[in-house]
């Protein structure tokens, strides 16, 4: 087990031919088994053995999850089909880890006659002493415990959501769902999620957002992103509007949408959300006197001032997942009232 | 003029994918675009766009769909030209490929490496799926159920014959060479061997054997029906047991399982006998008989448990009821006692595991003077309607008949949520008696998801004038990603008694049912 200690001394993130983690998901298990499925410029996404649950390996802060690794860098033997094996918090990949465990009684568990040729090369990443990376959005999550001894997170000020409101219209990118948000960026996706959710320029607060999950462009459909926004907004305090239950359900059938975005999903629905959507509630939530305090100074464009950096930066996320993560956001926030009125209600 | 193209199996970050949009978007005289993975709900708006194809209802989520509408072939067959060529271009520079095996053949070849197949399809695929595997060398964990028995025994003849270890069918748990294998939890490695038709039972007695400070070398599984029917004759239980007595890191083998067909027991015995370790026997719900040899018999998974751990150590079992002093029972048995109405004498059972299930029907069965279930010690206490409890109620949420259409109750907490909502609205209910089964693949929260149905219904029984008790164990340990001791923390905050294991927690709903007897 890496010293913790050790673990910050190594500033570069390398050691030997290893690669030594920044963060540690919290639901990064200490053993695993899984085959690298896909690879994107900053991020590999693993299947793991027996779980629906895939995990990632990233390099950007943004893209860290729950279920991620964050690392100084993607080794080049991390390509598709590559196998990762972890135990006690190291995992290797690209060659078939031996010990002597594996050698046990010739006659059941021999390796398969193919393990006995000379191994691929590999490289190791130790994670053990990684800091753990939780995604809450608050405090107090409201999925961690719902007894009513919790203190019930207070929602972000109206000036701080009209301030956000302001930032995604004026920055938001289209192909997802902004055009729920603004019908002059409307497209087939958000006219289509603005037929599920029927809305018809009237309110509707008990609509059923498990529909929207899988539509949309996208390894992270722009729906699942909307959803996982309006699941975060619950987490900051604001009215239910999600049948977690019902998510969960249309999550079960593997048809709904794709493995990468599911496990998005689950985690939102565990109360754990990327670090560029934590990014954004923290600055919602952190110092809800300053923010109160800003509005008194200078109401929305001030708060929108004060938000602008993280927002941007949130924005930037994917093509739209960020933009549509800020919908869902909103959406939650005002109660699902901002497409109603094309404002926040305060 | 429409167009539809199907990338199988392919996956590009949302930045190809919109670029990739926005870019045939751009030629002259196309329509509308569509850029998606063939998830329900695409599929849907791509129907409504009148652009569907039997390729395009024959997609799937992790399938790549282009569909394309221009004002002529030229426009069309141009902008599939710049499709193909812009995923091409970013499928060279960023060197991904689609990873989906379609069959045992496909997978080995992607991991020459791997020695251990596992198998989730319908039953009526799977075995033909699983002798591909061992033909190819490679072991079976076939997780499928629903494969007729017939299949069960040529694959383990099979297997049998290439020394390879055929677990299943409905094999749930595993735990090879330390690498849990579905359902599982992070138990530390060490000296006991598990052997185990059953999957939580497995879980159950390996988190026991964790608890009690021990560590297990191997867990197989072998499938229900492997000592029951005795045409398959334990095959895979003996395999095992040869195994694991050749393993130099095992000091201790326990065997769990349902009681054996009679004709399977004296082979089986045989091969215990002659492993020469100290072997623990638990065959739930079996009358209880007296050790022999290097063969010792356990009376639940906890001290099935505890007892090969004893054993691994060279120390003397002495075994207890409770963990807990008995005064402190006794203080327990009054508390949650106390305020019950006078109409409230039964207990309701919800599981999520299946062997668990069978271990408190066992032990309540008699006590209670009969527990209905779907699988009852006495045929005459089968569950008219698996719906709706009767009497002394006890069901396993993962029987069939629950989860058609739908995922486990160890995945999906719903279907165990829903029950209880109804038991709640039965002014009869005295006692709810769960279980809480953590680890990997297991819901990631099943305790929170259970808090708010069970403040509901114990607030209904106090509406009532009444008390409702709720009893459960948590299945699962320290390194789970749930967290045992979370997990009970959350059950505990909304007044369930959680006991340290399920065996326990079953004797105090007897303790309870008795004192409640008395009043």
């Not at chain 2, 693949?441 to 409702?468: F, I, T």
Request: with cysteine.
């Amino acid at each position: 087990m890496t010293d913790r200690n050790e673990h910050r001394q190594q500033a570069c993130g390398f050691r030997g031919r290893g690669l030594i983690a920044h963060e540690r998901g919290a639901m990064i298990p200490r053993a695993f088994s899984g085959t690298v499925i896909a690879r994107f410029e900053h991020a590999v996404t693993i299947a793991v053995s027996g779980e629906s649950l895939i995990m990632a390996l990233v390099t950007r802060r943004e893209g860290m999850s729950a279920r991620a690794l964050l690392l100084p860098a993607l080794p080049r033997e991390l390509r598709t089909g590559a196998a990762v094996c972890a135990s006690d918090g190291r995992a290797r990949f690209g060659e078939q880890p031996r010990g002597r465990s594996s050698e046990w009684v010739a006659r059941t568990l021999t390796p398969a006659p193919a393990a006995q040729a000379t191994a691929a090369a590999g490289g190791e990443i130790d994670f053990a002493g990684a800091p753990w990376y939780y995604g809450h959005l608050s405090a107090a999550p409201v999925t961690s415990c719902r007894s009513e001894q919790m203190v019930a997170p207070v929602p972000p000020p109206p000036a701080l959501i009209a301030g956000l409101l302001e930032i995604v219209r004026e920055h938001g990118r289209g192909g997802g769902l902004l055009g729920l948000l603004d019908r002059r960026r409307e497209n087939v996706f958000s006219a289509f999620a603005a037929r599920l959710l029927g809305i018809k320029g009237a309110r509707r607060s008990t609509a059923e957002y498990e529909k929207l999950v899988g539509l949309g462009g996208g390894l992270t459909p722009a729906g699942d992103d909307f959803v996982m926004g309006v699941l975060a907004a619950e987490e900051l305090g604001a009215p239910t509007l999600i049948d977690r239950d019902a998510v969960s359900r249309r999550l079960a059938h593997a048809e709904s949408t794709t493995v990468v975005s599911a496990t998005m999903l689950r985690l939102a629905l565990a109360g754990m959300f990327p670090a560029y959507l934590t990014a954004v509630g923290a600055e919602l939530t952190a110092v809800p006197a300053a923010m109160r305090d800003a509005e008194r100074r200078g109401g929305p464009a001030r708060a929108s001032r004060e938000l602008r950096p993280t927002v941007l930066r949130a924005l930037e996320y994917g093509h739209s997942s960020g933009t549509d993560a800020l919908v869902g956001l909103l959406w939650g926030l005002t109660g699902a009232r901002v497409a109603a009125f094309g404002s926040v209600p305060v | 003029m429409k167009r539809i193209i199907v990338r199988k199996d392919s996956y590009y970050d949302s930045v190809v994918l919109m670029s990739i949009s926005a870019e045939i978007k751009k030629i002259d005289g196309v329509g509308e675009a569509v850029v998606a993975m063939g998830t329900e709900v695409n599929l849907t708006l791509i129907k409504d766009m009148g652009l569907d194809s039997d390729e395009v209802r024959a997609a799937g989520p992790n399938d790549l769909i282009i569909a394309l509408e221009g004002e002529s072939e030229e426009v069309v067959s141009s902008a599939e030209t710049k499709v193909n060529e812009l995923l091409r271009k970013k499928s060279s520079a960023d060197g991904q490929a689609a990873y989906r095996p379609t069959g045992v053949e496909s997978a080995v070849k992607i991991m020459p490496d791997a020695n251990l197949v596992i198998i989730s399809l319908p039953g009526q695929y799977a075995g033909r799926e699983a002798r591909k595997a061992l033909q190819a060398d490679r072991h079976v964990m076939l997780f499928s159920d629903n494969v007729p028995i017939e299949t069960e025994i040529e694959l383990k003849k099979l297997a049998q014959e290439r020394g390879l270890l055929m677990m299943g069918p409905d094999c749930g748990t595993a735990m090879i060479n330390g690498m849990p294998i579905c359902f599982a939890n992070v138990v530390r490695r060490g000296e006991i061997g598990l052997v185990s038709a059953a999957g939580t039972g497995l879980q159950e007695v390996a988190c026991s054997i964790e608890k009690a400070g021990g560590g297990v070398s191997q867990g197989i599984g072998t499938g229900g029906r492997d000592l029951k029917n005795e045409r398959v004759g334990g095959t895979m239980v003996r395999m095992a047991v040869e195994a694991l007595a050749q393993d130099p890191e095992t000091k201790v083998i326990a065997v769990i399982s349902k009681p054996p067909a009679k004709a399977v027991i004296p082979s089986v015995m045989d091969t215990l006998k002659a492993a020469g370790k100290p072997c623990v026997v638990h065959f739930i719900g079996a009358e209880s008989a007296a050790g022999e040899g290097n063969i010792h018999y356990a009376t639940s998974l906890e001290e099935t448990a505890r007892m090969a751990v004893a054993l691994s150590r060279g120390e003397r079992y002495t075994g207890q009821e409770f963990d807990m002093p008995e005064e402190e029972i006794a203080a327990l048995v009054e508390r949650e006692t106390a305020g019950m109405a006078p109409q409230q004498q039964f207990v309701r059972g919800l599981f999520a595991g299946g062997t668990l299930t069978d271990e408190a029907v066992f032990a309540l069965h008699e006590p209670l003077g009969g527990v209905y279930s779907l699988d009852p010690v006495d045929p005459a206490f089968e569950l008219r309607d698996p719906h709706r409890s009767q009497g002394h109620t006890i069901v396993d949420l993962g029987e069939d008949v629950f989860t058609v259409g739908r995922p486990h109750p160890m995945i999906d907490a719903s279907i165990r949520t829903e029950r209880i909502e109804q038991e709640m609205e039965d002014p009869e209910v005295a006692v709810l008696l769960i279980d809480c089964v953590i680890g990997y693949s297991s819901h990631p929260d099943p305790a929170g998801a259970m808090l708010g149905v069970l403040q509901a219904a114990k607030s209904r029984a106090r509406e009532r004038g009444g008390y409702l008790a709720v009893v459960g164990s948590v299945t699962g340990t320290e390194g789970d990603s749930q967290n045992i001791h979370d997990q009970r923390r959350k059950l505990e905050s909304v007044g369930c008694v959680v006991m340290p294991s399920n065996y326990q927690a079953a004797k105090l709903v007897e303790r309870i049912m008795a004192r409640r007897a008395s009043q």
